[in-house]
């Protein structure tokens, strides 16, 4: 979970919780996954500036950027682009949209603007378990320090599926079961 600097404020807490045990669960990546058209603005803008000391980077994807009205797709497009430039190092950059849980299942979000947001909690353990919930919680205007909005989320886990190599496996056989080679025949 990212700490607060100086003179921000916590707008949004809350705690992901195992929905069986009532535990907190560390490592959850929480995201804003909707958000008030200033908030997917002020996201949007912090991209650009960072893109634009990468030339390579401005070329490619300031187009879908720049000079674009908001609509209910653009944050999802400005997480798309976060996504790629963190899988592939290209920008290391403070992300507004998410974070994770730390060891209690707290979480937090700071300074954001007014305004109805719906955060998503996610929750991956390879091949253990897996789950997700999503929660809504409206943001106050306020310029107080301890005012902020609280949104606790449970999650339900599921057992994840076999793992990776027993599918790969399991599919290459079928397959060969299902379509055997056939022999040549030279006439």
């Known amino acids: 979970m990212a700490f607060p600097s100086i003179g921000q404020r916590v707008a949004i807490a809350g705690t992901v919780t195992n929905a069986a045990t009532g535990d907190g669960l560390p490592q959850v990546l929480v995201r804003i996954t909707q958000a008030p058209p200033l908030f997917t603005q002020r996201l949007m803008t912090l991209i650009q500036a960072h893109i634009a000391e990468r030339p390579d980077l401005a070329r490619r994807y300031d187009h879908l950027l720049g000079n674009r009205p908001v609509t209910l797709d653009s944050l ?10 963190e899988r592939h190092h290209w920008l290391q950059v403070d992300r507004l949209d998410q974070t994770y849980t730390g060891g209690d299942g707290h979480y937090c979000f700071f300074d954001l603007d007014p305004g109805e947001y719906h955060l998503t909690a ?4 390879p091949n253990q378990c ?4 999503l929660g ?5 205007q306020s310029h107080q320090r301890l005012a902020f ?7 339900s886990l599921r057992p994840s599926s076999l793992s ?19 022999p040549l025949v030279s006439r």
Not at 76 to 85: E, P, S
Not at 136 to 140: F, L, S, T
């Open 164 to 182: 990776i190599p027993a599918q790969m496996e399991e599919a290459n056989t079928s397959s060969y079961r299902l379509n055997p080679p056939q």
């Open 122 to 125: 996610t929750c991956t353990i």
């Open 130 to 133: 897996h789950g997700s919930t």
């Open 136 to 140: 809504r919680v409206q943001v106050q």
């Open 76 to 85: 999802k497009t400005a997480q798309i682009i976060l996504d790629t430039f």
């Open 149 to 155: 909005s609280e949104l606790d989320l449970a999650l």
